[in-house]
């Protein structure tokens, strides 16, 4: 229950982001109607259409990409008509003509003495602006669509997304109300209805002119990046935390210390089983009969994800201070792509990031399902008796993490004192983000979960195509050469492909992989036009240059001075490269 009102939430929270900005036409034309039988058939409609596509979109293939680009066309040019149509009955009804049955109706929705079937007409301008309708996504609407990949289609990804999108129309339904009652005083007061409704028209053409051109994918989306995403998080971190069910006792004060101690961490529950792994690392099998007696830290991760990587060296640094104490660190590998359910591609990590903790490889998410979680990365404490004590979802907060480890083993009879906590040597990509000049926020490539795109040309899924790229702006990116989009990443099919983003954040990273024969993708980076000397990243040299050798997270640009907005671009010199997600820090 408690994340479809986050959904609701996060939905509701829409009307503060200019991604809405598009629709808005739409919603108001219905101003002045009566609520029971125009607005809200609307906005009803809009929100179904939504949730249906959405989740189309989230769990089906390139056909469904293809049924909802014919789909989006027709609802532009049926919204077009209702726009013209509100410009002047003269024009609506030469427009109609060649109209038949259903550009007939949608006309007769606009005008202020249609009688009859109400109703079915705005249910029918619902469905049309649901189908155009793409909300930013932010952190919640991120929550929802992540699940629905991971979960496939069932019940609840449908409806979580149609509380996402009742929360928008209910919040729309609020805007309306009061529009309404501004546009019925303009009436009453100046007499200009008839300007009033022209102006609508030529609001909703604006509109429909946006939602061709992809500015409501684009340009609005890098508008609102940080509009609401700090109250969307906020939302999340409020209404998404465990409950508290029980205390397990309190902090013994130094009057009686001859007591057992007893941590003031809550009980939140009994800690589910580890069954489900499809293989364990460095480890067999851990059950919770075999755990008995231990402080499990449960580290929900998967190896290309930046905030993942970031997190490792304090996981790895309490593996190792804490393990003579009876710590057990249980690394819990879900994977985000689909290269990251290979086994040799997780072994491969494991050593990389010099992990010797045991890792559960969780690629049918039944332990992810199990501990009800829904974040990367993720930790759960849980104490000698079984129970979770502790949680915290995403980076930082590693000094409480560390209290809350220290306090469970001496709850379990360790007679360890209190100490500092671990300040791990990173470098590279494990290195802290630069929280204050983040401006630019994680970017997927496969045509799923693609934003921001650039290129003229558009994305065809699952289909080749050449591409161009000019000067990104802020936060878009694009390609240029002969280019496959597929569900989850971009494959380059010839040489000389490149990839173009305009960002601003100290750190550039990008998620590459060497394509199916496993070649070594050769690639040359600039920023600016430029090689990037100071600049370069873990995995480039001063001049630009690097190889993509195995599927992974690559550590393209660290800006050693001043962040400030920059255009990175690389070219593969080789084909086969697979580039999957930008992430910054």
């Not at 009453?188 to 500015?215: K, P, T």
Request: hydrophobic share 45%.
């Amino acid at each position: 229950m408690t994340l479809f009102v986050i959904a609701y939430l996060g939905g509701a929270l829409t009307i503060l982001s200019p991604c809405i900005l598009p629709i808005l036409p739409f919603v108001f034309a219905r101003a002045g109607q009566p609520f029971l039988n125009s607005t809200l058939p609307m906005l009803f409609g809009m929100a179904a259409t939504f949730a249906l596509v959405a989740t189309l979109a989230a769990v089906g293939g390139s056909w469904a990409v293809h049924a909802n680009e014919y789909g989006r066309l027709a609802a532009i040019a049926l919204l077009a008509v209702f726009g013209v149509s509100l410009l002047s009955p003269r024009i609506a009804s030469i427009v109609s003509r060649p109209v038949v049955d259903l550009g007939n109706r949608l006309l007769n929705a606009s005008g202020p003495a249609a009688p009859g079937s109400t109703t079915t007409r705005s249910l029918l301008l619902g469905v049309a602006t649901g189908l155009l309708w793409a909300p930013c996504a932010g952190p919640i609407l991120g929550l929802v669509l992540t699940g629905a990949a991971l979960q496939g289609a069932n019940l609840e990804t449908t409806f979580l997304l149609l509380a996402y999108a009742a929360g928008a129309a209910t919040s729309l339904a609020v805007a309306l109300l009061v529009g309404g009652r501004v546009f019925a005083g303009m009436k009453r007061s100046l007499g200009v209805s008839e300007r009033v409704r022209q102006a609508l028209g030529v609001a909703v053409l604006v509109g429909v002119a946006a939602i061709a051109l992809g500015l409501d994918t684009g340009l609005l989306s890098r508008l609102s990046y940080a509009s609401t995403a700090t109250f969307e998080q906020a939302v999340l971190d409020r209404l998404h935390a465990k409950p508290k069910k029980e205390m397990a006792g309190a902090i013994v004060t130094a009057a009686d210390s001859t007591q057992p101690f007893r941590s003031d961490l809550p009980v939140e529950g009994a800690a589910p089983s580890f069954d489900g792994a499809v293989e364990w690392l460095n480890s067999p099998p851990l059950d919770n009969a075999a755990l008995k007696g231990k402080v499990v830290l449960v580290d929900f991760w998967t190896y290309s994800c930046i905030n993942c990587i970031r997190t490792v060296p304090y996981v790895r640094a309490w593996a190792e201070k804490y393990k003579g104490q009876g710590l057990v660190v249980i690394g819990v590998h879900a994977p985000e792509f689909a290269f990251e359910k290979k086994i040799d591609n997780v072994k491969k990590a494991v050593s990389d990031f010099g992990i010797g903790y045991p890792v559960a490889v969780d690629n049918d998410y039944r332990i992810w399902r199990a501990f009800e979680n829904s974040y990367w990365p993720a930790h759960y404490l849980i104490d000698a008796e079984g129970q979770i004590r502790y949680h915290h979802f995403g980076e930082g907060n590693y000094a409480e993490t560390e209290k809350a480890i220290q306090d469970l083993l001496r709850e379990a009879g360790s007679n360890m004192q209190a100490s500092a906590a671990v300040t791990p040597d990173t470098k590279g990509a494990e290195a802290g983000p630069d929280l204050k000049n983040i401006r630019s926020g994680e970017t997927y490539l496969g045509y799923q979960r693609a934003t921001s795109f650039a290129s003229p040309e558009g994305i065809a899924a699952d289909a080749s195509q050449t591409y161009s790229v000019a000067e990104p702006s802020l936060n878009a990116w694009g390609l240029a050469g002969s280019w496959t989009v597929h569900a989850e990443q971009a494959t380059l099919d010839r040489p000389d492909g490149r990839i173009a983003y305009r960002f601003s954040a100290r750190d550039l990273h990008l998620v590459l992989g060497p394509g199916a024969d496993g070649k070594p993708v050769r690639f040359e980076v600039t920023i600016d036009g430029k090689p990037p000397g100071a600049d370069h990243g873990a995995d480039t040299d001063t001049a630009g240059r690097g190889t993509v050798s195995s599927t992974r997270l690559y550590q393209l640009v660290r800006q050693a001075g001043a962040v400030e907005a920059r255009t990175f671009e690389i070219r593969f010199l080789d084909p086969g490269v697979e580039a999957y997600a930008f992430t910054f820090g």
